[in-house]
């Protein structure tokens, strides 16, 4: 049987595809390749994978029933899925929000529906965000804490999600895992992330943008740390309890430190080899100023430990950046 993986052409979600094919999984990719940045950049991870064998693709959009319910049935029939296929992005979401109300509720009520139709489905794994913290003051964030006041629509779409995940749990028995990511950068990165944006600007001879006056902190999580514990989520699916407990769980993947953005910016300028011309400008709407995440739980349920600190992964992400686009 195989794992579906939506969202496969996009940063994590080729990533994901990569691990499980390495380690001799079946996968059937599912990506809409919309247009939200660069589709080179998505075509390009995707021929990475279509070289692979037990690799199938379908370039269908999450919210076509028909189109998913043939995706869950090929190679023999998905037992496991990991949803990572959504509209991402805080900011655009405050000038589209009609995209997240798509893709990530409407999308992800259809994979949750092909899951409970799915016979001898196992598991389902799907990506939450930090975001759902909003504005909490309280550091590191744990999923224990409140996460009821969003403070941008792509966090209440998230949040929304785990609502959805808890409801399907408890009406019919999906295990299900939701996965609060933190700041994921690395090779193959969206190029609507602050180091891709930076790198670009730098090498391009530009300023770049620093928000808030560089007050402002994250929790940066390098891809191999995520993959494994995205991994990790699947192969320990969540099962109810005595206690009347539903089979869905909710974790932080971070990396468990919560760097100085000037930092990461010294470590940029460090590896090219290049000063960067700042400005220096306002918080912007629906952005939050520090994301630190608890992993305690992850830690002790999923063992999960990351390993790569920003002066290792920041190098590694600018080599794959040069290389990729053929700077010097």
């Not at 794992?3 to 595809?17: D, P, Q």
């Not at 979401?93 to 994979?111: A, F, Q």
């Not at 709407?285 to 790569?308: C, H, M, N």
Request: net charge negative.
């Amino acid at each position: 049987m195989a794992v579906l993986v939506t969202g496969v052409a996009g940063f994590i979600g080729s990533h994901v595809a990569q691990a499980l094919l390495d380690r001799g999984d079946q996968v059937v990719g599912v990506d809409n390749m919309n247009t939200y940045y660069d589709v080179t950049l998505k075509e390009a991870r995707l021929e990475r994978l279509r070289t692979r064998n037990g690799f199938s693709f379908h370039k269908v959009d999450i919210t076509d029933e028909d189109a998913m319910t043939a995706a869950f049935a090929d190679l023999g029939g998905v037992t496991k899925a990991v949803n990572l296929a959504a509209q991402a992005g805080v900011r655009h979401s405050i000038e589209h929000p009609m995209d997240y109300v798509r893709t990530n509720l409407v999308g992800h009520m259809v994979v949750l529906e092909r899951c409970r139709h799915q016979p001898g489905f196992e598991h389902l794994v799907y990506a939450s965000s930090s975001s759902v913290y909003g504005g909490n003051d309280k550091y590191p964030s744990s999923v224990a804490d409140p996460v009821d006041k969003p403070i941008s629509l792509y966090a209440a779409t998230k949040k929304a999600d785990e609502l959805f995940g808890h409801c399907y749990g408890h009406l019919y028995n999906i295990p299900q895992t939701g996965l609060r990511f933190f700041t994921v950068y690395g090779p193959w990165g969206r190029p609507d992330m602050a180091l891709f944006l930076f790198t670009k600007a730098i090498l391009d001879g530009k300023p770049i943008h620093v928000f808030n006056n560089g007050d402002m902190r994250r929790d940066f999580t390098y891809i191999d740390d995520i993959v494994s514990g995205v991994l990790a989520a699947l192969d320990n699916p969540p099962a109810a309890d005595e206690d009347g407990a539903v089979p869905h769980r909710v974790y932080n993947l971070g990396n468990h430190k919560s760097e100085q953005l000037m930092d990461m910016i010294g470590v940029l300028e460090q590896t090219l080899g290049r000063e960067a011309e700042k400005i220096f400008e306002p918080m912007q709407p629906g952005d939050v100023r520090e994301s630190y995440a608890d992993i305690a739980e992850t830690q002790r349920d999923l063992g999960f430990e990351p390993k790569t600190p920003i002066s290792d992964g920041i190098p590694r992400f600018v080599e794959w950046y040069k290389g990729f686009y053929g700077v010097a």
